[in-house]
C-alpha cells in the first residue's frame, strides 16, 4: 500500500499561470480532503470530496480554486490565475469512512506551490 | 465554528526530560481527536487517535488524553529523545472535517 501520493511535490509557477496539484488516495479511500498549509501558519481545510461528489467545500476561496475526484484517477486541486499570497503547501489526506469514523486521516507528503 | 488552540506555541526541553503539549477546543460536539507530528518540510505523521468515547490512548511513549466535557486534550511524551523534535498538531473531527491547531514546536536538546 503505497499510501496517499500527491504530485508534483513542488510546482514553481509565475503570476497568473494555472497550478494542477493531484492526490491519489490510498487503496480502498473513498474520501478525500485537501489542506492548506501557508508560511508559519496551521492547516486550514480546503474542500472534502468523494467519488463524483463534493461534499464540503466552505474552506475553498470564491475565485479562482476548484477542485475534483473523478470516478476514475486522482482528486485534483486546480488554481487558475494564481498570486503570490497561493504560495503554499497544499496537503491532501484520505479515509475509509471520513472523519466520523474510527479511522486516522492520512497525509500525503504535500504539494509546495511556489509563486513566483 | 470550531476552534482548536495549542499550548505552548513552543517548547524546548532538554532530553530524557517528561513533557505535555496542551490542546483545547470550543465545540465538544466531535468524533475524535487525533495527535500528528510534522517534521520541517515534510507531511504529516499520525500519533494517536482517540475516539470521543475514549479517554487516553498510548503508544510507545507517548499517551494522549481526552476530556470532552471540557474541551482539552493532553499528549505526554515520556522521556523525551531528539528524535522527538518536530511540531505536533492537535485536530479535531467534527462536522465533516477535522480542524487543526497551530501547533507546537518542540525541540529536544541533546
Known amino acids: 500500500n503505497a499510501g496517499v501520493m500527491q504530485n508534483p511535490r513542488h510546482l514553481v509557477r509565475r503570476r497568473g499561470q494555472e497550478a494542477r496539484l493531484r492526490c491519489s488516495p490510498m487503496k480502498g479511500h473513498s474520501h478525500v480532503y485537501w489542506y492548506r498549509q501557508l508560511p508559519e501558519e496551521g492547516l486550514k481545510f480546503m474542500v472534502y470530496?468523494?467519488?463524483?461528489?463534493?461534499?464540503?467545500e466552505s474552506g475553498m476561496p470564491k475565485e479562482r480554486f476548484s477542485a475534483e475526484f473523478p470516478k476514475e484517477g486522482p482528486s485534483i486541486l486546480r488554481i487558475q490565475q494564481v498570486v503570490r499570497g497561493d504560495s503554499a503547501a497544499y496537503f491532501c489526506?484520505?479515509?475509509?469512512?471520513?472523519?466520523?469514523?474510527?479511522?486516522?486521516?492520512?497525509f500525503g507528503a504535500g504539494s509546495r506551490l511556489t509563486v513566483l | 465554528k470550531q476552534e482548536v488552540t495549542q499550548i505552548p506555541a513552543a517548547l524546548s526541553v532538554p532530553e530524557g526530560e517528561n513533557l505535555v503539549l496542551n490542546c483545547s477546543f470550543t465545540?465538544?460536539?466531535?468524533?475524535?481527536l487525533q495527535w500528528f507530528r510534522q517534521d520541517p518540510g515534510k507531511g504529516l505523521t499520525s500519533l494517536l487517535l482517540i475516539q470521543s468515547s475514549q479517554r487516553e490512548q498510548t503508544s510507545g511513549r507517548l499517551n494522549a488524553s481526552l476530556d470532552k466535557s471540557s474541551g482539552r486534550s493532553t499528549l505526554y511524551i515520556a522521556a523525551s529523545q531528539p528524535g522527538d523534535s518536530a511540531t505536533y498538531l492537535c485536530a479535531v473531527g467534527s462536522g465533516s472535517r477535522l480542524t487543526f491547531g497551530e501547533g507546537t514546536q518542540l525541540t529536544v536538546n541533546p
Open positions: 489526506a484520505s479515509s475509509g469512512q471520513g472523519v466520523s469514523g474510527a479511522n486516522v486521516l492520512t
Open positions: 465545540d465538544s460536539a466531535i468524533y475524535n
Open positions: 470530496l468523494q467519488k463524483e461528489n463534493i461534499i464540503d
